[in-house]
């Protein structure tokens, strides 16, 4: 029989939420192994458009409401981990850019300005014109107002890879996962017929975690999937825009972010309401067409002529909720020595992480002595999507 090995938590699934949580306890002095079935990132994490948020998006719907949401400390933690002086050492990790900026194309209209008047946003959000507006709007015919908001936008790529040096021998290449039982009770799981023992076992599978729970026996906590139709568009002629464009209702009408492709190309990156229903329901053409339509109306200098367009299908996993309301905090689910979550956003992977630490520290779970872990089969970094699609 295969020599069981052993840990202090083993981690399933390699996103921002497990490089997180798997860097933060081994810098806490826990040992880890964190188990990948793909590529590092490339589930939703590479797939997102990598915005800090601090939740005033959120003021918009009147779904923020104050303090108490995790979501609103969360730029100031990520600054300071970009700095190398926050809980992890993020230096190096490419900002894209210091702001994401709100953008109401025409007059204020009646969602803008109960924002403005929202607790959440009073303070934050500071108008910009001129040649401090986005390099995108830089235009003599842009007609429209400008805030600037205090989240930053990263450059996930190499958010995923500084995570991975961090994770140093611990990550592990791994398809098949099966529960390591003593009598009932979890003790560990087997990846690939290797027995792997551990103190606590998480899973941070994103939509995987269904699959997983079930592979245990369990049915909770349920998971929702939300789909999304992104459209991605590639050219000479674009400059940096990171904002959402205001529409009539509570909902970005689209928000564009801008990634550096290999070639040196930047690639717009376009979600928001487009993303969402309608856009989810049209065809790939249909939606291109309809991406072409909405950057025409709100950026008709912009030459799009000799662009490359591509969509993409993916699917946002959450904890279910009622209503579809947008959860901002992470969530963790309990059970004994499993904890199953999903962040919810890239930016609330620190919220993530913080729960885990909270339940080991009330369950008095401590770093202990493990036999040194032999070489790992490693799982690789997952490719910029903007480089697969053109
Ligand atoms: P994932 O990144 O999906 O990672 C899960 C990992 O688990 C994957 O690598 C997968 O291969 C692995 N896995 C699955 N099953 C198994 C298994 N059985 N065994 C081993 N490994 C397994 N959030 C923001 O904060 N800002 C944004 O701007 C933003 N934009 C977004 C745009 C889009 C289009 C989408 C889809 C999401 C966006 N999000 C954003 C949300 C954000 O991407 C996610 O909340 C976050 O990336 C989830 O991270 P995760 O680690 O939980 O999941």
Not at 170 to 180: H, M, N, R, T, V
Not at 326 to 350: I, M, S
Request: hydrophobic letters at 40%; one cysteine or more; proline letters at 7%.
């Amino acid at each position: 029989m295969t020599q069981a090995l052993s840990t202090d938590v083993l981690i399933v699934g390699g996103g921002v939420a497990g490089l997180w949580l798997n860097a933060r306890l081994r810098r806490k002095g826990f040992s880890t192994i964190l188990v990948e079935s793909a590529t590092l990132g490339g589930g939703q994490s590479v797939k997102s458009q990598g915005i800090i948020h601090g939740g005033a998006k959120y003021a918009l719907h009147g779904a923020l409401t104050g303090a108490s949401e995790a979501i609103a400390d969360m730029p100031r933690r990520w600054r300071e981990a970009l700095a190398g002086n926050g809980e992890l050492d993020l230096s190096g990790v490419r900002l894209l850019s210091d702001a994401h900026y709100l953008w109401s194309p025409g007059s204020l209209a009646g969602n803008i300005t109960s924002f403005f008047a929202s607790k959440a946003v009073r303070g934050r959000v500071d108008q910009v014109k001129g040649d401090q507006l986005p390099p995108a709007l830089q235009n003599p015919r842009f007609k429209g107002k400008v805030y600037r908001l205090a989240e930053l936008v990263l450059d996930v790529p190499s958010l995923i890879r500084r995570l991975s040096e961090l994770a140093a021998d611990g990550l592990l290449a791994g398809q098949s996962i099966e529960p390591l039982l003593e009598g009932d009770k979890l003790v560990g799981l087997h990846i690939d017929g290797q027995p792997i023992r551990a103190q606590r076992i998480v899973l941070s599978a994103g939509r995987g975690n269904a699959e997983l729970l079930s592979r245990l026996g369990l049915n909770q906590p349920a998971q929702q999937l939300r789909p999304l139709h992104m459209v991605l568009v590639k050219s000479p002629n674009l400059k940096p825009l990171y904002a959402h464009c205001l529409g009539g209702g509570p909902k970005p009408r689209i928000t564009v972010t801008t990634h550096p492709a290999a070639d040196g190309q930047w690639v717009w990156y376009l979600g928001g309401d487009l993303a969402e229903a309608d856009g989810v329901a049209r065809d790939p053409q249909q939606q291109i067409a309809a991406a072409q339509k909405e950057l025409g109306d709100l950026l008709p200098w912009v030459d799009l002529s000799t662009a490359q367009w591509a969509t993409l299908r993916v699917d946002r996993a959450e904890p279910a909720q009622s209503g579809l309301v947008r959860p901002d905090n992470a969530f963790l689910h309990e059970d004994d020595a499993l904890l199953v979550g999903w962040p919810t956003k890239l930016a609330l992977a620190p919220d993530f992480a913080d729960r885990v630490l909270a339940a080991f520290e009330r369950d008095g779970v401590q770093p202990q002595q493990h036999p040194a872990l032999p070489d790992l089969p490693r799982p690789t970094v997952t490719t910029p999507v903007w480089e697969e699609l053109f």
